[in-house]
Nanobody
C-alpha cells in the first residue's frame, strides 16, 4: 500500500502561482505513473495532469495546458504541480494519485489540498 500526502495549497489572486507537492511513502518498488486531479464544489472530480514515473512522459487537461507543469523527484518519491497564471475556475481541492501499472487505473489517493483563486 502507498500513502500520499499533498501540500502547498492556499489562497492566491488570479494570475498568481502555487506549487503543490505530493510525498509518497510505503510501497515504492512498483509505480507506473503519478497524477493530479481536482474537484470543485458541486462538480465531479476531473483529471489535471499525469506523469510516468520512469520515462517522465506527461499528459495535461486542455484547461491547464501551458499554465501547469507536472514533475517528479524520484529520489524523494515526490510529485509536483507547478501552477502559473491561475484563474478563479482553478479553485478546487487538488488530489494526487498513484497508478501502479499500465494495466490499471489510479488506485491510491491523497486527502487533497485546497487551492482557492480570488479575483
Amino acid at each position: 500500500q502507498v500513502q500520499l500526502v499533498e501540500s502547498g495549497g492556499g489562497l492566491v489572486q488570479a494570475g498568481g502561482s502555487l506549487r503543490l507537492s505530493c510525498a509518497a511513502s510505503g510501497r515504492t518498488f512498483s509505480r507506473y505513473a503519478m497524477g493530479w486531479f481536482r474537484q470543485a464544489p458541486g462538480k465531479e472530480r476531473e483529471f489535471v495532469a499525469s506523469i510516468t514515473w520512469r520515462g517522465g512522459f506527461t499528459s495535461y487537461a486542455d484547461s491547464v495546458k501551458g499554465r501547469f507543469t507536472i514533475s517528479t523527484d524520484n529520489a524523494k518519491n515526490t510529485v509536483y504541480l507547478q501552477m502559473n497564471s491561475l484563474k478563479p475556475e482553478d479553485t478546487a481541492v487538488y488530489h494526487c494519485a498513484e497508478r501502479s501499472t499500465a494495466y490499471n487505473d489510479f488506485g491510491s489517493w491523497g486527502q487533497g489540498t485546497q487551492v482557492t483563486v480570488s479575483l
